[in-house]
């Protein structure tokens, strides 16, 4: 199978590309445009701002590219903010692909009367329909690491949900392109069954 990792300017790909290896899969980490039409699978992760990593999707030609592929297309993390309409984050317009709005965590918000902090940083739990073939096998409201300012509204392709100062979806699903604003190379072997599923689409 060949799965492609974009390149562009965000962090933390090695270890997307790891989580696969880990999988018997050996991704190529590439920004050519053949190469990810050719791919079987395409995953768009990364760490990163959201107006500097758009300025180089649109200077590079990536943008139409990624949304014109027809194959599975996993998004992680910034790589989900970019698929949304628009980020707060540098007020950015973003792909476009789901019509939902990314915003920042509201401040101040207190649980058990201890301010929660921002970024949040760390395991929580998410909602999902069992029957949606990306969570396969994961068993009740699994725990899934998360490191972010910023979070997606829920909106019509929300098919996951975590609740931190806010709820806000956890994934999105709309035609082949899905996106998750956890990590799921950092998740343990839930995220490694997600990947597997994905895999499997």
């Given amino acids: 199978m060949k799965v492609a990792i974009v390149k562009y300017n965000a962090g933390n790909i090695q270890s997307v590309k790891f989580a696969f290896e880990r999988l018997g899969v050996h991704p190529v980490i590439t920004d050519d445009p053949e190469i990810i039409k050719a791919a079987d699978?395409?995953?768009?992760?990364?760490?990163?701002?959201?107006?500097?990593?758009?300025?180089?999707?649109?200077?590079?030609?990536?943008?139409?590219?990624?949304?014109?592929?027809?194959?599975?297309?996993?998004?992680?993390?910034?790589?989900?903010?970019?698929?949304?309409?628009?980020?707060?984050?540098?007020?950015?317009?973003?792909?476009?692909?789901?019509?939902?709005?990314?915003?920042?965590?509201?401040?101040?918000?207190?649980?058990?009367?201890?301010?929660?902090?921002i970024p949040h940083m760390g395991w929580n739990n998410m909602e999902f329909d069992p029957e949606f073939p990306l969570f396969n096998g994961l068993g009740n409201n699994p725990y899934v690491y998360y490191v972010h300012s910023f979070c997606a509204d829920i909106c019509e392709y929300t098919i996951a949900t975590t609740e931190y100062a806010t709820k806000y979806s956890a994934a999105l699903h709309k035609d082949n392109f899905y996106a998750l604003q956890f990590h799921p190379e950092k998740s343990g072997e839930v995220g490694q069954k997600i990947l597997k599923n994905f895999l499997s689409l």
Avoid at 48 to 77: F, T
């Fill in 41 to 117: 699978k395409v995953v768009f992760p990364g760490v990163g701002e959201a107006k500097s990593a758009m300025q180089y999707l649109r200077e590079n030609g990536l943008v139409d590219l990624i949304k014109g592929l027809k194959q599975p297309v996993l998004g992680i993390c910034i790589g989900q903010h970019l698929m949304c309409e628009h980020s707060e984050e540098g007020d950015t317009d973003c792909m476009g692909i789901f019509p939902t709005t990314v915003r920042q965590f509201p401040k101040g918000v207190k649980v058990n009367d201890e301010t929660l902090k």
